[in-house]
């Protein structure tokens, strides 16, 4: 993974709570064995209408949602399944982070795996930046800070190992590949065998 | 004398392989990993790139479930039913398994079936087992004393190449079913209740441990059904202590342990529970006899009311977004409402006391005209038992249609989908826009539901037809 220190972008706002894994990308864009391209179906149901057509009035379909790296979803993003493709169709789209008040916990996992910044922000700032969509943050994953327009920082905070992996951009494969004695021993050590 | 500590606690401690720090998380060591085509070519593609083995073959289940059509499959096109891609999958799984010495659970094995299904059935889910699979609804698994949880992509990279995750610690959350459920109520409804009181958040960073009287009444079917759904909470795990009727369901299975193995493993499995004493970090109680069957109303399964109660009102504009797209309005009972399709059938109700719940009441009554109603076994080992007991016979006698093993509807990416608008009664776990077709709007419920619905016409309480 290359490392990821900053993410400066403007925001879009999806305010709707408890976003779901099959919104994000629905079942049936699933049956691939690749990883990439997914972005094309990236809120796919929410973006097109039955015969294909941009839905005018969807957020990411509006002229100035383009170019906008950060998401600001509504409380509980990332709910329900464990598809990674979920953070990979969202990073292939062209988002770099996704902010909200409250992020699922293998959605979030599998996010920060592949270098999509999923940041958890206090009620009143996602309150703020959910009703104020459009405006240019500035994330600091070193220093756990946000900067908003007038200079205004808000903090979060980011699991240590997950904040060291962003960062240095480290392997967590080879980490635990690192550990290949420690984790024979366990195998032949333990009291019982599965 | 040593602290009192959880179920969870004890299953965790006895799999840390290098403990966690502030600065990194545990390295955890995980005893079965279970395997499906959806969500692992990606990781075994990174195993190619790196050269990399699968580390425990032994202690992989592999199979097929997610994208297979429930029409029979003799041969390569039988497979393309479920359209190209799907196949395509099946195939590079097929292969992935062969490259690797994996042993498939597949098509002629006559064990292939649903992650969550095939595990417990064929006795490799046991208590005090660490147990993951690319697949959210692994808490199911949970349901006897093991901790269970769904893994992304790259970590069943992980976990094929070192048999560990690296993983932080979670909070425990006891969940006390006091009471005992009312007849016509099942372990569906007991859950749905459960998510419907603390929301579809209330269990995230936590891993559940379900108690009580109730929960202790309940076979190791229904254990399973509430655990399964444990995610819908936001839960990724959910436990229950094992006991008797575990010990019971696991004896003779394939790969249950046998002799002298046996009476090893049941001493150790006594000892998988919570102690006197010991803390959680929250804690809910509900009472399990002030239950109705239930029913969801929204596009979340904490959106759920009891089959009799009005839909509820809110003017909060996600909740209003939900009711739009289901076409429901505050104030009606559920009761009322036409159904078009009636699927049963997923890992949280597909196993053969489900089927048979239907089956109860579908028998000697007909599916109402213009009702699609499917049946689908969780395995291919439910399917012939089903048929063993002649419930194949009831259900295509009733006008239902009696489909070969898998997900089937509960995802819709195998063909098997809600046409747009179409009202869904569904034994699955997820009724998100979307989740069993383009504007398929789904309505979950029990089995005993689903099939009382599909005689009606109308979503309708089992109650009436026993
Ligand atoms: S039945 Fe549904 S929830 Fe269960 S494993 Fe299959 S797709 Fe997932």
């Not at chain 1, 691939?32 to 796919?44: D, M, P």
């Not at chain 2, 992935?96 to 079936?113: A, E, I, K, P, Q």
């Amino acid at each position: 993974m290359k490392p990821v220190k900053r993410v400066q972008g403007r925001t879009v706002a999806l305010p709707t709570r408890d976003i779901d894994t099959d919104q994000i990308i629905a079942a049936r864009f699933l049956t691939t064995t690749s990883r990439t391209g997914l972005g094309r179906y990236a809120f796919y149901d929410l973006r097109y209408g039955k015969d294909g057509t941009e839905k005018p009035e969807f957020v990411l379909n509006r002229p100035d949602a383009k170019g906008c790296s950060i998401l600001v979803g509504g409380n509980n993003f990332g709910c329900g399944s464990s598809r990674e493709h979920a953070p990979w169709a969202l990073l292939d789209y062209g988002f770099e982070a996704v902010i909200s008040s409250q992020i699922a916990d293998i959605f979030r996992n599998n996010a920060l795996k592949n270098g999509l910044l999923a940041i958890v922000v206090d009620p009143e700032t996602h309150e703020w930046l959910l009703s104020n969509p459009g405006v240019d943050c500035d994330i600091d994953v070193e220093n756990n800070t946000i900067t908003l327009p007038g200079d205004r920082v808000v903090n979060f905070t980011l699991d240590g190992f997950a904040r060291h992996c962003l960062l240095e951009g480290v392997d967590q494969l080879g980490f635990l590949q690192n550990q290949a004695a420690a984790i024979q021993a366990f195998e032949e050590n333990r009291p019982w065998k599965p | 004398m040593n602290e009192p500590t959880t179920l969870f606690q004890k299953v965790w401690d006895d799999h840390v392989v290098v403990p966690e720090t502030p600065h990194t998380p545990a390295i955890l060591y995980i005893d079965l990993h279970i395997v499906h085509e959806v969500t692992t070519p990606q990781a075994f593609s990174v195993l190619r790139e790196l050269g990399l083995p699968v580390r425990r073959p032994d202690l992989t289940l592999a199979t097929l479930d997610h994208s297979t059509p429930t029409t029979p499959v003799f041969k390569y096109e039988d497979l393309l039913a479920a359209g190209e891609g799907a196949a395509n999958q099946v195939r590079q799984m097929e292969r992935n398994c062969d490259d690797f010495g994996l042993d498939l659970l597949g098509y002629g094995s006559g064990r292939r079936g649903i992650v969550h299904v095939i595990g417990p059935e064929l006795g490799a889910t046991q208590p005090g087992k660490t147990i993951v699979c690319g697949d959210s609804h692994s808490s199911t698994h949970g349901a006897f004393g093991a901790l269970a949880f769904g893994i992304g992509t790259t970590e069943v990279g992980h976990v094929l190449a070192t048999q560990s995750l690296l993983q932080r610690k979670p909070k425990t959350l006891a969940v006390n079913i006091e009471g005992q459920l009312a007849p016509g109520v099942t372990a569906k409804d007991l859950i749905l209740a459960v998510i419907g009181k603390i929301g579809v958040n209330g269990g995230t960073g936590y891993v559940i441990e379900y108690r009580g009287d109730a929960i202790r009444s309940l076979d190791m079917e229904s254990r399973m059904t509430i655990c399964n759904m444990s995610i819908e909470a936001g839960a990724r795990a959910g436990m229950i202590a094992p006991d008797e009727t575990t010990y019971e369901y696991l004896l003779g299975r394939p790969c249950a342990p046998k002799g002298a193995a046996w009476d090893a493993a049941l001493e150790r499995w006594q000892r998988l529970r919570t102690d006197d004493g010991a803390v959680f970090d929250k804690a809910v109680t509900l009472d399990a006899s002030l239950l109705q069957p239930m029913v969801t109303y929204g596009t979340n399964p904490g959106m759920v009311i009891g089959i009799n109660d009005p839909v509820p009102q809110s003017d909060d504009a996600s909740f209003r977004k939900a009711l739009d797209y289901m076409q429901l309005e505050s104030g009606k009972p559920m009761t009322q409402t036409p159904v078009d399709v009636v699927f049963v059938g997923s890992c949280t109700n597909g196993r053969i006391s489900d089927i048979e719940a239907a089956a109860n009441i579908l028998k000697g009554r007909k599916v109402a005209k213009g009702v699609r109603m499917l049946v689908v076994p969780g395995s291919e080992l439910v399917k012939k038992e089903a048929e063993r007991r002649g419930l194949d016979k009831i259900i295509t006698d009733a006008g239902a249609e009696w489909r070969e093993a898998g997900c089937s509807m509960c995802i819709a990416m195998n063909g098997d989908v809600v046409k747009p608008g179409q009202l869904s009664v569904s034994t699955s776990n997820r009724n998100f826009e979307g989740r069993q077709g383009v504007g398929a709007r789904t309505v979950l419920a029990s089995p005993a539901t689903a099939a009382a619905s599909a005689i009606a016409g109308f979503v309708t309480d089992p109650r009436v037809y026993s």
